[in-house]
């Protein structure tokens, strides 16, 4: 029989490859092939089975997945966002945790615990939810939590502000630390009354036979393999069930035998070969192995905790800059209020000195802005009416009102927080290689260990079966694939909060690495190099007896109100400056790439370039092209008007080039990266720009099909293409090319096109991103090699290989203590990218 059902809760192909085999391993089932794009899984079974079998499996196995008949799966999909709008439990963090090596992509789990693949403890979230709200309790009651102050309903006394309870990872790094020390304290004793016997004259031996020494070892050790480090027996059996093979499985194993081994021995010792025994006709033991092993992995999972907290530091102080109050004017009052109280709308005021606390703009009065937080520029940058302001922002020295426009999680620094965050957890597809290795790297270091003990004891020296035992089990401990899983997503997770704290906003890891082989970079010119703040610098009539100066602005002011394009507002802008009183515009419409058309006064308008005319079918003289041409090589925009098809008056627009775009492109083609501008302006704007730029490369009157041409053209010569624009006719060239940068001043349409997000909206932001790019993937590349080479040395040594020839042994204590060091020391080094500068 085949059936086919829906799956909910998959988010990627680890999750596809999980429910497929945990499917496949129900007893009836010949088959099961489950699809990710389309949630579904078709399974082949001797005899019909009940679909809840099928749940009951999925339930057991951790609840993530859930399996329905196609078309009810929209009543998961309600229970699903019901536990969604469920509060967040209170803390620094948001509830939501993620596997620090992303085994399962970017799937994410609603409580603390631990991988169920690679059995690490997962890592909480970071957003400004927790950090912005505030609570308040009573002393006396303290199950009286309430969202604002107030008294208190039981006792009447006043409530007070809650201490924020400690985020996961700072719970989870205190609960090692105290199973640490439990396994230190009892550890330490087991390890003198083992390493006494090598004494030749044992001290011990006079106050009790080694035998009851062993009992004592025996009872020292419950603690230690019971209690401090019975998680990783845990993760180990569960690794073993559903053949996610890991670290664990290999402590698991390892430690495991050792200690069975030692009870076996103690009350069995009549069934050992003579290899396995002392003098005094006892068992060697390994209580002490056993349990300094443990203790040693413990000690780095506590220092892998420890380690973890500062990888998403960079989120942590983005979080320092939310404040959590504001103050809110009302009818001319001003009143403090928490920050989650404040609505789309609200006037508030910014004394000088705090942090802004939503975005909006400035409505009354001037200040400056410290933006470093955001921008990475460090000099404040003056503010007046109706500019923009971020949430997180400090003011300055003055007083100002501002109007919210973005709360809550549309601000910019929420924004940033949620892609840094995404980010983190994308993966690189670098990281490829490591998941190849890592998904037979168990296996074949069990069977290593197998072939260990097997040839000790054909071919070692006397004891033999001690020597095989003890490599055996030195090969298990040493051999550490976490040091590869984590190689990638650390780097990669310093890497994009790195960026993010120099404005530097990255959409995934995948950015990242393709942002390091970018030989070309196509730049736009108006809001990429230039500042993309246009203004009016003439208005001119052709015919000055049938239209004057000031009607002809009258008709580009009105046609373009109801325009969205930068060059459309400066018109308005400007019209408005010179007193011109709008007309109504009818019949509006844009023509991407050319112009806008309109009826104003009953009058037929078109304006726009020179294609615009000939879409009008309005003839430009030559007359009319020399006036232009004589703006245009200054490096002016000129706008045509045709009123009834017959071009009758221009506008000429400047826009200066930012102070940043020469210095930028110059370092840019340092690095041995190709840079054109292409633009929608007419070749002498575009001449005039270039040289400025010293740019030899450089295309005019590009619509948004030929950037996209020209992306596609410079791919198949066999470029690596990033494109850098800031508004919506860049959109599609961002989406189609290697890596696209879009301004953060630009419009959202470039922004979600893009995988590289400038906050300051230059080009030195390119030069920044190239910079961190090759600073990851180098970062990635050491870790991998890292990895890579303490296995591959450490496996053969464990196992024996230096004997013959130096007669060196590896003590499986040593190998636990340099696995338990090898991922720290993965993620100590990406860590270090922390302190590098990326802006030159």
């Known amino acids: 029989m ?51 079998t099928f749940q009951k499996v999925l339930n057991d196995d951790g609840g993530t997945y859930s399996i329905h008949k196609p078309g009810e799966h929209h009543h998961k999909d309600d229970s699903a966002s019901a536990k969604a709008k469920k509060p967040q439990p209170k803390g620094k963090g948001t509830g939501t945790f993620y596997c620090p090596m992303h085994c399962e992509g970017d799937k994410t789990y609603d409580k603390p615990g631990d991988c169920p693949v690679c059995g690490m403890d997962l890592v909480e979230e970071q957003n400004l939810t927790a950090t912005t709200s505030e609570q308040w309790t009573c002393p006396m009651h303290p199950e009286v939590v309430k969202d604002g102050p107030g ?107 050792a200690w069975v081994f030692s009870v076996f ?57 939310a404040p959590n ?89 929420s924004q940033i927080i949620k892609m840094v965050n995404d980010a983190s957890r994308s993966r690189a597809p670098i990281q490829k290689l490591a998941d190849t290795v890592s998904g037979y790297f168990v296996p ?14 054909i071919w070692g020296p006397e004891p033999a079966y001690v020597y095989g035992f003890v490599n055996a089990i030195a090969v298990l401990i040493i051999a550490c ?76 002011a009105s046609l373009n109100s109801s325009s969205e394009h ?49 879409y009008a079918k309005a003839t430009i003289s030559s007359a009319m092209k020399d006036e232009a041409q004589s703006f245009q090589k200054q490096g002016k925009t000129v706008s045509y008007l045709a009123i009834d098809g017959k071009v009758s008056g221009y506008v000429v627009i400047g826009d200066k080039i930012k102070k940043t775009s020469a210095k930028a492109i110059k370092e840019l083609q340092d690095k041995g990266i190709a840079v054109i501008m292409l633009t929608g302006d007419n070749h002498d704007t575009a001449q005039a720009v270039a040289s400025e730029l010293n740019l030899a490369d450089f295309k005019a009157s590009m619509l948004p099909e030929n950037k996209l041409q020209e992306v596609e053209k410079l791919q198949n010569e066999g470029k690596v293409v990033a494109m850098a624009g800031d508004g919506i006719n860049d959109a599609p ?12 001043t630009g419009t959202d349409v470039a922004i979600e096109s893009a995988m590289i997000t400038l906050v300051k909206g230059d080009l030195h932001g390119i030069v920044k991103a190239k910079n961190l790019s090759h600073m990851v993937m180098r970062n990635i590349k050491q870790n991998l090699f890292f990895a890579f080479i303490y296995n591959t040395l450490g496996v053969p040594i464990a196992a024996g290989v230096l004997f013959p020839f130096f007669g060196l042994l590896l003590s499986p204590m040593i190998a636990a203590l340099a696995m338990s060091f090898s991922s720290v020391s993965v993620i100590t080094n990406a860590l270090r990218l922390r302190t590098k500068k990326i802006d030159s």
């Open 265 to 321: 021995g103690m009350l069995f010792p009549q069934l050992f070969p003579q290899d396995f025994l002392t003098e005094s006709g006892t068992v060697f033991v390994y209580f002490e192995a056993t349990t300094v092993i443990l203790t040693l992995v413990l000690l780095g999972q506590v220092l892998e905790a420890l380690a973890h907290s500062k990888t998403n530091s960079a989120v942590k102080e983005l979080l320092k800059l």
């Open 325 to 413: 109050k504001a103050i809110k004017v009302v009818d001319g009052n001003e009143e403090e209020v928490s920050i989650d109280q404040i609505e789309k709308g609200d006037i508030l005021r910014v004394k000088p000195g705090d942090k802004i606390p939503v975005d909006g703009k400035i409505t009354e009065g001037e200040t400056t802005v410290d933006e470093s937080m955001i921008s990475g520029e460090p000099i404040p940058v003056n503010k007046s009416v109706d500019d923009k302001v971020s949430s997180g922002t400090i003011n300055g020295n003055q007083s100002f009102l501002m109007e919210a426009e973005k709360v809550g999680s549309d601000t910019l620094l």
């Open 733 to 744: 060239a961002l989406a189609k090319s290697n890596v696209g940068i879009a301004m953060g």
């Open 444 to 457: 074949i270091v069990i069977f290593i260990a197998v072939i260990t003990f097997i040839v000790w004891a």
């Open 481 to 556: 694939p976490c040091a590869l899983g984590l190689a990638t997503p650390m780097s990669v997770m310093v890497g994009v909060g790195k960026g993010a704290q120099n404005g530097v906003l990255i959409k995934n890891a995948e950015a990242l690495e393709k942002m390091d082989k970018v030989d070309t970079l196509i730049v736009d010119k108006t809001g990429t190099i230039t500042e993309g703040k246009p203004t009016v610098e003439k208005v001119g009539s052709f015919d000055d007896k049938q239209f004057s100066e000031s009607e002809i602005l009258h008709f580009i």
């Open 2 to 52: 085949k059936h086919t059902y829906h799956i909910h809760g998959m988010t990627c192909k680890g999750c596809q490859n999980h429910v497929e085999k945990t499917l496949s391993n129900i007893e009836g089932v010949t088959s099961a092939s489950v699809n990710l794009e389309k949630a579904e899984a078709t399974i082949e079974m001797e005899s019909h089975i009940p679909i809840e």
């Open 151 to 257: 008294d208190c309903p039981i006792c009447g006394m006043d409530l007070v502000p809650m201490e924020p309870d400690l985020s996961a990872e700072e719970k989870t790094y205190k609960k090692l630390l105290k199973k640490f020390w439990i396994a230190v304290s009892f550890t330490l004793p087991i390890f003198f009354i083992a390493m006494s016997e090598m004494l030749s004259d044992n001290p011990l031996e006079s106050i009790l036979e080694i035998k009851y020494w062993n009992w004592i070892q025996f009872v020292l050790s419950l603690p230690v393999v019971f209690y401090a480090t019975w998680m990783f027996f845990e993760r180990a059996y569960r690794s073993i069930v559903t053949w996610n093979l890991n670290m664990f499985t290999l402590i698991g194993i390892g430690t495991g035998v």
């Open 566 to 614: 930068p060059l459309a507002e400066a018109t308005v802008k400007y019209g408005k400056q010179q007193n011109v009183e709008l007309s109504k515009t009818e019949n509006f419409s844009a023509i991407t790439g050319k112009g806008v058309e309109g009826t104003v006064d009953g009058k037929k308008l078109d304006l726009g370039n020179g294609r615009m005319m000939e």
